[in-house]
């Protein structure tokens, strides 16, 4: 049976987007068959074998089209291995509490849908850039400084993770 996984992502200003491609790239690496597409253009699960999703936290939420995903595709995602991330922190990447905080946000979004149980959960750095935000964020933003602290090594260490939990558990 050939392995084919959905790479599925929301995001806001492109960061999520960017980072579901490198993941993309890496889980083709280990010979697997990849798509990406946006979650909200995704219409059934039954071509894939597995399924990575990764949407933001902004606000204290996942990203509405994460959310809504997870309620439209439940059958399906209980019957397939799911895997998601989220990304989050923006500050120094060694600041635990950043990255604490973050993963309790999605934990406590993910604590309202009980029948989800990803095999694997995931906390990845953001990017925080102000020139891409359009009102009222740009008034509420303030002046913090532009930062993108995503870090692709990890990123790729992560997908080759995930490639042999996903490409395992449907084989
Ligand atoms: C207005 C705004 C609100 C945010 N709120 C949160 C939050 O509540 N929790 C968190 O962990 N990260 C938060 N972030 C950080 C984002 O998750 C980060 O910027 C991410 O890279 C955005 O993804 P995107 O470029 O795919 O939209 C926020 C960012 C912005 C700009």
Redesign the pocket.
Known sequence: MINRILVGYA???????EVAEAIAATLRTCELEVEVHPLREVKSLAPYTGIIIGA??????WHKDAQRFLARHRRELSERPVAVFA????HDPRDEK?WA??RA?LEKELAKVPWFKPLALEILG???DPTK?RFP?NK??GAEPASDIRDWDAIRAWARELAQELGSATS
Not at 56 to 61: D, E, G, Q, V
Not at 87 to 90: E, K, S
Request: hydrophobic share 45%; no cysteine; glycine share 10%.
């Open positions: 995001t806001r200003y492109g960061s999520t987007q933001p936290l902004m606000m204290f939420r990304l989050g922190p923006v950043e905080d973050s946000q953001g990017v925080f935000f964020i509420l933003a």
